[in-house]
């Protein structure tokens, strides 16, 4: 295993956060929270008494969420790397010391730390906030959601030539990864295909948080989620390795 360095690993993510603070991708943070306060309005006026306004600010919580992990995690990160195979940039960090681990490292380092972030925030902007033992479900859930979109937003960025061509490839997945869970109370066969999604399992555990369930988040849930980070960090690491950020 190579040794990592936390030089290079800094230098590559001040980089990185100089880049997501350019209209480009800041705008995708304003975007989740505004939609949040969007659902909060918008199911507040449907809500007919408190036990029911709650569940309404919560169901808001989780559509934030999944939005923010969605066009922050994955759109951004995705753009990100495209942004810089585009300016070729990236052929000088590939002929450079700099390994895949490390540069992994440094380019999620950014969004991965503002995604975090703006999951707690979306708490007091759709009206729900989680508490106790909860909030640190809540922590775990959220923080390994936030990675894997990170690891999924790298693997699509590999396949982008430039910016616009990231955004065609991020559409479909953020589509399936954001509409799958939000219609899988109406459709059946989508509630079943949720359960294996990362979004599909933090809408959950919101929900039976808000409905006070005892159980909220299952094992096996914790473990889908793992499985699929680890196996995006290998395959991420596999077409570094194979120069697939070059592939036309």
Do not use: W
Not at 3 to 17: C, G, P, R, S
Not at 48 to 68: D, I, K, P, R
Not at 136 to 165: D, E, P
Request: hydrophobic share 55%.
């Amino acid at each position: 295993m190579k040794t990592l360095h936390m030089n290079k690993i800094m230098a590559i993510a001040q980089v990185k956060t100089k880049a997501f603070m350019g209209k480009n991708c800041i705008i995708m943070p304003l975007f989740a929270l505004g939609f949040t306060l969007l659902m909060r309005i918008l199911y507040g006026k449907m809500a007919n008494g408190g036990s029911s306004a709650e569940s309404m600010n919560a169901y808001a919580l989780s559509m934030g969420l999944v939005m923010n992990i969605g066009m922050c995690g994955i759109y951004c990160t995705s753009l990100l790397l495209a942004e810089e195979k585009e300016k070729k940039t990236l052929r000088v960090l590939m002929t450079s010391s700099v390994n895949g681990m490390e540069y992994f490292i440094g380019c999620i380092l950014p969004v991965f730390a503002a995604t975090v972030i703006l999951n707690y925030v979306l708490m007091p902007v759709s009206g729900y906030i989680i508490s106790g033992k909860n909030l640190v479900l809540y922590s775990v859930v959220t923080i390994l959601s936030s990675l894997i979109s990170c690891i999924i937003g790298m693997l699509l960025g590999i396949f982008a030539k430039n910016q616009v061509s990231a955004g065609t490839i991020t559409t479909p997945v953020l589509l399936v990864l954001m509409m799958v869970p939000m219609f899988s109370n109406f459709i059946e066969i989508l509630s079943t295909i949720s359960k294996f999604f990362f979004t599909g399992i933090l809408m959950d555990m919101i929900m039976d948080i808000a409905a006070d369930k005892g159980s909220v988040l299952q094992a096996g849930s914790v473990v889908i989620m793992v499985v699929e980070a680890v196996l995006a960090v290998g395959l991420f690491v596999v077409c570094y390795r194979q120069n697939g950020f070059e592939r036309d």
